[in-house]
């Protein structure tokens, strides 16, 4: 009876998770309950789905139709729930002018009208008069249901987005698939990622675990949950311990900012220092790897109380390093010795036992060089060890490769693992020609040994210029989001931006704009609070505080946009930091030119992000119209320092076309590339047509699951493109 009690629990805990496999997914795991006549409710399910954009298959149908009423209620509820914050229709998004995009007024008398609503005229010949203090200026005039009443129905059309949910398995399956999918990730997750698995590990601890955790972060986060169940830790090396203790203490398991430690118990101190004291014992090298987060092991060291405990005396030896009373020299140290002295033969020798350093330096080591020789050495020691690296390192390298192409007069744009992007000239040599094709032939040698046997090649044209998710910083949490660098295609005649935000403590003022460049990347016009019109289109006025939450939108008519580029930003004016709001998020719907409604639909909505970064200036997106006339997203994720006040699109146009220059010219490593790769291993390589699919099981790769593919096909869209990238 305890056992049963035991599995029943587990699987009541299971439903918890559900929402979550469902935005990772796109999956309904297989309610379960009694069978019975649930078709009714499921018709009723599906139609208020498609309310928002999303739709059953036909096999959900059929499978909740065969469940009693009041299960398929349950499990509707939930959905329904899910999908909604999925595409930002779980809060309501009132506007500044209660008709927009009808109505907008001119700026100026806009303004003028404020002033005599306020009977301030006297104080315009002072020459100072703040806007904010105006009462009728910068909060809503209107509750939500009068606005909703200025508007008419949505009008149905052809292009609206519908998001097909599919058929899972059961709800702990599911969990179970998707825990190991989130651990076992080659490549680093987002902050949402993060936090999901965070949430899993603690209930998939007694579970199937991955064969392997290649990516540090997730690691710790499984650690952590190792650690509270009482199972034991994977720890391989003393950053290990570093980063699970950040984690106990919701710190930065990343180790880019500083964690606060807190105070430990002492069978956490015990656990720590017990997984230290067993990495140095068994591999005395790794002390080195103290020093590069010297500062964190010190501060480590204070909680530990690594004296008090002498039967682990390697342990202590971490943070005699850390406070510089014991030596340990450090790899890198050594390979700077041996360059510095001009030694790249000796260097590379030295690096072929860190295959991933090695690779992450090669172009270094080819501008180094002084020889054929020493360049025949790099090129070599990279053969040699290729098998050994990881397979995101490979990627990464061959995109980086492919962008030193040019010899002179290039910039170079950056961006950390935060998003926060900056561009600066290249004055680094050229890598040589000969070495860099040598290399590139390498790189993609030992890639497409290790890409699978797809068998046929099913591929949506539309995926192809999808980036690589070589990181999860490189994206952000939502729905409908691309990696950094993606082109998208944008089918529409009307694209409407939003941003949503709720202040925690601080009356906090967002404001959404669009700068629209050139083809030489120059500023023709915006739109912003301090610009309502323009012959593009209309801004939706002002929100300067959101105690409930603010909404502000752009319209713009895609056929009369001058020049080459739109780039919507999201400016901090004042208050709170996009890391420390609420909630706050980005996004864009697109609709045909007759087609009503409310400013916000959900149906329509193409993309929803999160807005949590560092500095005050975020930029999600780009569109670019191409030769052809069409117009595509190219994802952006980047994040601009800005000032602590007073942000204006204005005030940063320069900075930010920069930006957008550095990353619209960068030639990112996509899908397109992989499956050139995969394509002459295929039995048959077809594009989807959007219409019929083939048979037998396929390798589908597609920004979106078509119905009645093969159920023994491997499926790969954007919710699971990790699963591209070669271990």
């Not at 595409?87 to 009132?94: A, L, T, W």
């Not at 500062?295 to 682990?312: D, S």
């Not at 980086?400 to 600066?424: P, S």
């Not at 895609?558 to 004042?574: E, H, K, M, T, W």
Request: proline share 6%; with cysteine; net charge negative.
């Amino acid at each position: 009876m305890r056992r049963l009690g035991w599995v029943w629990e587990h699987a009541r805990m299971a439903l918890r998770f559900v929402p979550l496999v469902i935005r990772h997914t796109h999956r309904l795991p297989d309610p379960c309950g009694p069978a019975g006549e649930g078709g009714g409710a499921a018709r009723q399910l599906d139609a208020a789905l498609m309310s928002v954009g999303f739709k059953l298959s036909a096999g959900v149908l059929e499978r909740l139709s065969g469940l009693a009423g009041e299960v398929v209620v349950e499990a509707g509820a939930r959905v329904l729930e899910t999908v909604r914050a999925m595409v930002g229709d779980h809060v309501r998004h009132n506007v500044y002018f209660v008709d927009f995009p009808a109505n907008v007024p001119d700026t100026f008398e806009f303004w003028m009208r404020c002033v005599a609503e306020a009977g301030a005229s006297d104080r315009l010949g002072t020459g100072v008069l703040d806007l904010l203090t105006l009462p009728s200026y910068g909060n809503y005039r209107h509750t939500y249901a009068e606005m909703l009443a200025a508007h008419d129905e949505l009008i149905a059309a052809a292009g609206d987005r519908l998001t097909v949910l599919h058929l899972g398995g059961s709800p702990e399956d599911e969990v179970a698939a998707l825990y190991l999918a989130l651990a076992g990730s080659s490549t680093p997750l987002g902050e949402e990622g993060l936090t999901d698995l965070r949430a899993l590990a603690g209930y998939c601890v007694d579970g199937p675990q991955p064969a392997a955790i290649p990516v540090r972060e997730n690691r710790a986060v499984v650690n952590l949950a190792r650690l509270q169940a009482g199972a034991g830790l994977l720890l391989d090396t003393v950053t290990d311990v570093l980063r699970l203790a950040c984690a106990l203490s919701d710190g930065d398991v990343g180790l880019v900012e500083p964690t606060r430690f807190r105070s430990l118990s002492r069978p956490v101190r015990r656990a720590l220092l017990a997984g230290l004291d067993a990495v140095v014992a068994a591999a005395p090298g790794k002390l080195a790897d103290v020093g590069a987060h010297r500062e964190a092991f010190k501060r480590l060291g204070e909680r530990l109380h690594p004296h008090e405990y002498p039967r682990w005396p390697h342990a202590a030896e971490v943070f005699a390093v850390a406070r510089g009373e014991q030596v340990a020299r450090s790899f890198g140290s050594r390979v700077e010795e041996l360059l510095g002295a001009g030694d790249v033969t000796g260097a590379v020798r030295l690096l072929t036992a860190a295959p991933g350093r090695l690779f992450r330096s090669l172009d270094r080591l080819l501008r180094a060089c002084r020889t054929q020789d020493e360049r025949d050495a790099v090129v070599a020691a990279a053969e040699q060890v290729a098998p050994q690296v990881a397979g995101r390192v490979l990627l990464s390298v061959r995109e980086h490769l492919q962008n030193r192409a040019q010899e002179t007069g290039v910039r170079r744009f950056f961006v950390n693992r935060l998003g926060r992007a900056w561009v600066a000239d290249d004055t680094r040599p050229p890598v040589p020609a000969s070495e860099r094709e040598r290399l590139i032939a390498v790189l993609d040698a030992e890639t497409l040994r290790r890409l699978p046997e797809p068998g046929h090649l099913l591929i949506d044209p539309d995926v192809l210029d999808v980036a690589l998710p070589l990181s999860g910083r490189a994206t952000t949490g939502g729905f409908g989001v691309l990696p950094r660098g993606s082109l998208s295609p944008v089918d529409g005649e009307l694209l409407r931006f939003f941003v949503y935000w709720k202040e925690s403590s601080r009356t906090t003022d967002f404001d959404l704009s669009a700068l629209l460049l050139n083809e030489w990347y120059q500023t023709i016009t915006w739109l912003s609070y301090t610009a309502l019109q323009a012959i593009e289109g209309e801004h939706s006025g002002d929100i300067t505080a959101a105690p409930d939450g603010a909404s502000e939108f752009i319209n713009l008519r895609l056929d009369a946009v001058r020049g080459s580029f739109i780039v919507p930003q999201v400016n901090i004016y004042s208050g709170e930091g996009f890391e420390e709001v609420e909630e706050s998020f980005f996004g864009f719907m697109l609709r045909d030119a007759e087609q009503l409604g409310r400013p916000f639909e959900a149906r329509t909505v193409r993309m929803r992000s999160d807005l949590r970064g560092p500095g005050r200036v975020a930029l999600p997106l780009a569109f670019l119209r191409g030769s052809d006339g069409r117009w595509r997203a190219k994802w952006l994720h980047l994040y601009l320092r800005g000032n602590p006040n007073s942000n204006r699109v204005e005030g940063n146009r320069v900075s930010v076309a920069t930006l957008v220059r550095g990353i619209v010219e960068r030639d990112h490593l996509t899908v397109r590339y992989l499956t050139e790769l995969m394509g002459p291993r295929a039995t048959a390589t077809t594009l989807w047509d959007g219409a019929s699919v083939p048979d037998g099981p396929v390798t589908y790769i597609g920004l979106e699951r078509p119905e009645g593919l093969h159920p023994d096909s491997v499926v790969v869209t954007p919710e699971n493109l990790r699963a591209l990238i070669p271990g």
